[in-house]
């Protein structure tokens, strides 16, 4: 029999309940739009408009962004590199270029911030730091053009990074810093987009990853610490980055990736917590490796490919001594070959979901936020758009062709520029740094 207060909650449930027309689907889809109406208090029949990527509204955003910094980026914040790349980032997934003096501004500033031992600091005179080398170097490639590159002081980037070398096998953020997974990352995918990348570099980084995979699958940022979208991403692109990736458990990573998008469409960073626009391209980028990863060896957008091959690519490898270390890891073509794969798998998550996500929920008149409730920012603004990238290419066989009709949510006009996911840098400026650094000449 029921009682009395299970039978009010029955009703107060049933009071709650979402009035969806008879034609509407309960899609996974239109649950996720349902939400956001009643938590936004949008009318009904509003969504397509809502589908829109605002780019007019993110662009003016964004140039009011780099207008704050000042026109010698002189404003206080220990930060910098970060809004550069944040803010140049997004301006280039959207396609659109900018003043050429502005520019030369980000370039001038840039240089100000490189330590005369190596490495970028958060501002001019400021201590160089792993995470705003990684977001300068980005920043400059993103640019792009020959001031922009030759500014880089690869010798000295060298020279930094083995210096941040520690005893683990990982690497310190700075001068007596902090060793995590973020650390290793930072470093290895400066080294290997400059073409530094040695075997002193790598030496031991393999290790340090193996030892943060947790019983969960993903990756924590220290051994012994809880898995998480922003590590599982760092990991999972550094053991690519020094062709060690099948050392990993990919299996149970996969699984637990997988299982880290909610019913809102959007991923969540760690098991029991909230969605998050950001993780969209933590745990968004981190599939497409996965993806990636199951395509043939070798083959190119010209190539069929062997799923046998593919199979063999991706199986756990553990056992010491079976990997083939750090003697391959002087060949600059990794990431190169990593990305000119052609995958004939489908996406590892529910690409329109994630869009839906980002679009309906995480973007605002400028900019795009966490969740409905909190506020728009730059960090946010730069990962929703990529993780929105990541998904609007996901059906792509090649990481430049478009995307399958149907695979992008909205209206053409809606498409981002496609990224490499590795180094989270668009394809095209990537590629011509990729040139410019392989020309360079050696240390
Ligand atoms: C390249 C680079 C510097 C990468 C950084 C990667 C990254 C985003 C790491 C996440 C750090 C972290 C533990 C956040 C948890 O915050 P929280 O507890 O506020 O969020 P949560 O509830 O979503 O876990
Ligand atoms: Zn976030």
């Known amino acids: 029999m029921e009682s009395s207060s299970s039978s009010s909650s029955a009703a107060a449930a049933e009071d709650w309940k979402p009035t969806i027309s008879q034609e509407e689907q309960w899609t996974l889809e239109s649950q996720v739009f349902h939400i956001y109406r009643l938590l936004c ?29 000042g026109p010698s980026f002189s404003v206080l914040d220990a930060n910098r590199p970060w809004i550069c790349y944040w803010i140049f980032h997004s301006i280039a997934l959207l396609g659109e270029s900018i003043d050429v003096t502005l520019e030369h501004n980000a ?6 911030c490189q330590d005369q031992h190596g490495g970028y600091g958060g501002g001019p005179g400021q201590m160089p730091h792993l995470a ?25 980037t060298y020279l930094f990074l083995r210096r941040m070398k520690h005893t ?59 898995a998480h979208g922003g590590y599982t991403f760092c990991g999972l692109a550094t ?33 029991n917590k909230l969605v998050d626009g950001c993780y969209s391209f933590w745990q968004g980028g981190a599939a497409m490796l996965i993806q990636r990863l199951h395509a043939a060896t070798g083959s190119t957008s010209s190539e069929s490919s062997d799923d ?21 890891v002087n060949s600059s073509s990794i990431p190169i070959n990593f990305i000119n794969r052609h995958t004939e798998t489908e996406p590892l ?30 960090y946010h603004t730069c990962y929703c758009l990529s993780g929105l990238a990541v998904a609007q290419y996901s059906w792509s066989k090649d990481a430049d062709s478009a995307p399958l009709p ?12 496609p990224v490499n996911p590795l180094h989270n840098i668009v394809l095209e400026q990537y590629n011509e740094a990729r040139e410019f650094f392989s020309n360079a000449s050696a240390l």
């Open 41 to 69: 208090n949008i009318p009904p029949n509003s969504q397509a408009a809502m589908l829109e990527l605002q780019r007019d509204s993110h662009m003016e955003y964004l140039l009011k962004g780099l207008r704050h910094l």
């Open 107 to 112: 370039i001038d500033f840039l240089m100000r």
């Open 132 to 156: 705003t080398t990684y977001a300068a170097v980005n920043t400059l490639i993103t640019l792009g053009g020959h001031k922009s590159l030759a500014s880089i002081n690869r010798g000295k």
């Open 168 to 226: 683990s096998g990982g690497f310190s953020m700075h001068d007596g810093g902090e060793v995590d997974v973020r650390a290793c990352y930072t470093a290895i995918s400066v080294a290997s987009v400059l073409n530094i990348l040695d075997e002193e570099l790598v030496q031991g980084v393999g290790n340090y990853i193996l030892s943060c995979q947790t019983y969960e699958g993903g990756i924590a940022g220290e051994p012994g610490s809880e």
């Open 239 to 271: 053991m690519i980055l020094i062709n060690e990736v099948n050392r990993l458990n990919l299996a149970s990573l996969t699984d637990w990736l997988v299982f880290r998008q909610g019913v809102e469409g959007g991923f969540q960073g760690r098991t």
């Open 308 to 328: 046998e091959d593919s199979m063999a690519e991706i199986s756990p490898d553990r056992e010491e001594g079976q990997h083939s270390d750090v003697d391959e």
């Open 349 to 378: 998550f529910q690409s329109q979901a994630l869009q839906q996500y980002i679009l309906l929920c995480s973007q605002v008149e400028g900019g795009f936020r966490d969740k409905p409730g909190k506020g728009r920012d730059h």
């Open 406 to 417: 149907g695979s992008l949510l909205g209206p053409y006009s809606n498409l981002l520029e």
